[in-house]
């Protein structure tokens, strides 16, 4: 991705605006994984609010880390528990929305071609 690429200064000279450029773009592009690190950057940046809030949209998306980054914040004392809780029900809703038998057959092959 081109926001990792621009951190680590891979083919492209590092450039933490253009990092968070690409990074914002892939976040609004559905990328739950992209809205996690948001998340991240802005709790490193000291904005617990934005954080929560891109951490809470990467939940919404089933995006584990999330869950283990807002149950952290609840811990500190950022979120309140009934935002925890929403954030953990929605989490479970986008899980299950993603099951299906082809997924898990799909799962169960390549788990079994790993064991070989």
Same mark, same amino acid.
Do not use: Q
């Given at each position: 991705n081109l926001s990792l690429l621009y951190h680590l200064g891979k083919g492209v000279e590092k450039d933490s605006g253009k990092k968070l450029h690409h990074l914002e773009e892939a976040a609004i592009g559905g990328h739950p994984n992209a809205r996690y690190n948001l998340g991240i950057e $802005? /709790?490193?940046? /000291?904005?617990? $609010?934005? %954080?929560? %809030?891109?951490?809470?949209i990467a939940a919404n998306q089933g995006y584990d880390?999330?869950? %283990?980054?807002?149950? $952290?914040? =609840?811990?500190? /004392? =950022?979120?309140y528990k009934e935002v925890l809780a929403d954030a953990l029900r929605a989490h479970q809703t986008a899980v299950d929305a993603t099951k299906s038998p082809q997924r898990e057959a799909a799962e169960e092959y390549y788990r079994k071609k790993r064991c070989r």
């Open positions: $802005e /709790g490193n940046n /000291g904005n617990m $609010e934005r %954080k929560v %809030k891109h951490l809470i880390d999330s869950i %283990k980054a807002l149950m $952290e914040a =609840f811990k500190r /004392g =950022f979120i």
